[in-house]
């Protein structure tokens, strides 16, 4: 006890000094690396800052969440794939940069939403149309049963349910949280959607421009033009200098605007493919179990499938005829003897076999029409068996006495899906197996006329159906198969091997010169991804790539990436070729091909204009082209037959200074060089009586401020995103 006695002494202080050093340092690091970390000098952590305005990665995680809810939502989901989330994370984030930016301008426009308008737009009579739209598993929330019709009072009655009765209604927070994010959604984009209506009601088009429109798109006219294509000069006689492109980028310069920073990469993928050993793998699988599965007995084949296949919805006791078998090898299959197995065969990326169960001649629809009462419905007692019984045999005795049978439907039956109806449903063949197995044996088994009560039960739902089989269409040979699936994917062995491939071509080529003489050497396809933005999430021909394109907003021109596995799909390997910041593109590989191939055309359209003149003719037989005639040029148009999208050429064709029967000199379009001549010109005529004219020119002025409206509301993002002054951190995204 004297030593430590002794050490307390000595060295208390200097022990609570370096204690207090290193809780200083843990608080100092974790600031560097938290919501502090700019000021401290470390990292930031910000996704982005929107003028001015900070955006943390909770607040993007929370947003990100919301969109990815409401999408699921209202596409009726229970999952997103990595295309659709990559896709819905960049409309987030352009969200947020437009929220933003317009919540910027609807403060100092005074532009708010009150708590009044929040309440109204949630609960009121006319609610917002999301909400209106709220669904629930694919279902309807708030549609009143007896109207079909939206009922707003369903709404306090469904929060109610999920709150005060959370633990039956909702016992994991699913519901809460779906409706918690059309709420929170609804409310805060009340005052951008008040801004955007604010522009677009702003639209006018005077009359005169209607009158003009109108008299334009009945305007017509006949002409005989020759077409000189682009390619009859090779590309290899046509110079292109540096000067020219620098020049073409200068005089174009509206087209070289970025709007956010860019990058654009040089790739090549090594496709993860199965390889032979795989398919012999897959094919010896079923082969070895193909004799067992013709001799399993019919009440074992499901548990058979379900044992062996790869697919777990292979299963199925559907019937199927020719017209509802899906695959091009359903007239071997269908002739096939019942009992045997056919295959294996390839298909949808796997092989299969297919036992022949059963045959017969069944319709391919059936039309009837059904009253249904329940002793059980969702594993809850509704009524006693005999009750619901005497229900329906008074139904039974209504109609026979010769009440009317949708009028019974009404008063007796729970099947709200046919009540609408008149209880009346038809069911297909191939749902067979989604209605109770008695019921459909009944109405597909059973001839037109044919009456039956039903007896249905399952641990979730029993009851008595009253049916009668009103029509059966498509009466044809159908099977019952059983299939079992071997997908065709490729090992773990064949996954390393290509991986190692990809490893050694990045590991030895990290140079350009390197990376492009392994290329060709390797004969590998070379890819462009071009002008992709750091808000991106997704590269096209490639799918979601956020990895690699926060590698490119991280790195310099000219160095080579890491291997990058894209999905189950691919590795890839890049070059970065290109980095354009907000503002002017600069020239690049990337973007020179294209640039080159305008200036190319433009020189081509100047060289064939030049060589050619004299009668149509003339110029065709010179060229070797053939003279052709278009007899439906509409002034308003743009697109004229046998021509294709021309709007020079339509131009040429109206104007007041080019005379019929004469020969334009080369006009450049699309795809050649046209020379022209006008056979005649077709005036519209307006009708004469004022109020007619006023009732066309006012149905033209509503079409024409209607596609302004759109083109404004289309533009709007774009510009916000062109305007705002935006930075992003790509590694936080």
């Known amino acids: 006890m004297s030593v430590i006695q002794t050490i307390r002494n000595r060295y208390g202080k200097i022990a609570g000094a370096v204690i207090a050093i290193a809780l200083v340092g843990f608080i100092v690091s974790d600031a560097r690396n938290g919501s502090f970390g700019s000021f401290f000098g470390g990292h930031d952590t910000n996704v982005m800052t929107i003028n001015g305005v900070k955006i943390d990665p909770k607040e993007y995680q929370q947003r990100l969440k919301e969109y990815e809810t409401l999408s699921m939502i209202y596409n009726k989901t229970k999952t997103l794939d990595d295309a659709q989330r990559a896709q819905i994370d960049e409309q987030a984030v352009q969200s947020m940069v437009e929220e933003a930016v317009i919540g910027e301008q609807c403060d100092k426009l005074g532009i708010q939403t009150s708590e009044d308008e929040k ?4 609960y009121g009579p006319n609610v917002d149309p999301m909400v209106a739209n709220f669904t629930l598993e694919g279902q309807p929330i708030f549609i009143n049963r007896d109207t079909h019709q939206f009922d707003p009072s369903i709404i306090k009655q469904f929060e109610k349910e999920i709150t005060d009765q959370a633990q039956k209604v909702d016992p994991t927070g699913k519901y809460k949280e779906q409706w918690d ?53 090779a590309d290899n006689d046509v110079k292109i200098s540096d000067e020219e492109v620098k020049d073409y980028m200068a005089k174009h310069a509206a087209l070289f605007q970025a709007d956010e920073p860019t990058r654009s990469i040089e790739y090549v993928s090594f496709d993860i493919n199965p390889s032979s050993a795989d398919t012999a793998r897959a094919l010896s699988a079923l082969t070895d179990i193909k004799s067992d599965f013709a001799a399993a007995k019919e009440k074992d ?3 058979f499938v379900n044992n062996k296949t790869d697919d777990p919805n292979a299963y199925t006791e559907a019937y199927l005829n020719k017209r509802t078998f899906k695959s091009r090898f359903a007239d071997s299959i269908m002739e096939a003897p019942s009992g045997s197995v056919y295959g294996p065969y390839y298909e949808e ?6 036992k022949i169960v059963d045959r017969r001649s069944l319709p391919d629809s059936v039309k009837n029409r059904h009253i ?10 509704i009524a006693t068996d005999s009750a619901a019984k005497m229900k329906l045999d008074s139904a039974i005795a209504e109609i026979k006495s010769g009440v009317k049978f949708d009028s019974v439907v009404q008063k007796y039956s729970v099947d709200d899906g046919s009540k609408a109806q008149g209880g009346e449903s038809t069911i297909t063949l191939i749902q067979r197996p989604n209605v109770p197995k008695e019921f459909g044996d009944f109405i597909f088994d059973g001839k037109t006329g044919e009456t039956k009560t039903v007896k249905v039960s399952n641990d979730n739902f029993s009851g008595y159906y009253y049916v009668e089989i009103l029509e059966q269409k498509g009466i044809a040979p159908a099977v019952q198969t059983a299939t079992i699936v071997k997908n065709l994917a490729p090992s773990d062995s064949t996954v390393n091997a290509i ?3 990809a490893n050694e071509f990045a590991g030895k080529n990290t140079t350009p010169d390197l990376f492009e003489a392994a290329i060709k050497k390797q004969n590998l396809d070379k890819r462009i991804g071009d002008n992709i933005k750091v808000t991106n999430f997704s590269i096209t021909g490639l799918g979601p790539s956020r990895e690699v394109i926060r590698w490119m907003f991280e790195h310099k021109v000219g160095e080579i990436s890491p291997v990058f596995q894209l999905g189950q799909q691919r590795y890839l390997v890049a070059q970065l070729i290109s980095i354009a910041d907000k503002g002017m593109v600069p020239l690049s590989a990337a973007n020179r091909p294209q640039i080159e191939q305008k200036i190319r055309e433009e020189k081509k359209a100047d060289m ?5 003149s004299g009668s149509l003719d003339a110029i065709a037989a010179a060229a070797g082209q053939q003279v052709q005639q278009a007899d439906s040029v509409v002034a308003g148009g743009g697109f004229v037959p046998n021509l294709g999208f021309e709007p020079k050429v339509i131009g040429y064709t109206f104007d007041a200074g080019f005379q019929p029967n004469t020969v334009s000199p080369g006009i450049k379009g699309m795809g050649g060089v046209y020379f022209i001549s006008v056979l005649n010109r077709t005036s519209a005529q307006l009708p004469t009586d004022q109020n007619l004219l006023m009732q066309i020119l006012a149905s033209q002025r509503r079409n024409q401020e209607m596609q302004l409206m759109n083109g404004v509301n289309q533009s709007l993002q774009q510009t916000i995103l062109r305007k705002a002054d935006a930075t992003y951190n790509p590694s936080n995204f």
């Open 301 to 303: 084949n499901k548990g």
């Open 372 to 381: 249904l009462v329940l002793t059980k419905a969702q594993g809850n007692d």
């Open 608 to 612: 064939i204009s030049k060589k050619y």
């Open 181 to 233: 994010a059309v709420k929170k959604y609804v409310t805060r984009r009340s005052r951008i959607n008040k801004y955007h209506m604010m522009l677009t009601n702003a639209v006018y088009v005077p009359m005169f421009v209607a009158k003009q429109t109108a008299t334009d798109q009945g305007s017509m006219a006949a002409i005989k033009f020759v077409k000189i294509p682009f390619t009859t000069i």
């Open 349 to 354: 990326g796997g092989y299969k076999i297919t």
């Open 119 to 122: 309440k109204e737009m949630i």
């Open 499 to 501: 991986y190692g491939k």
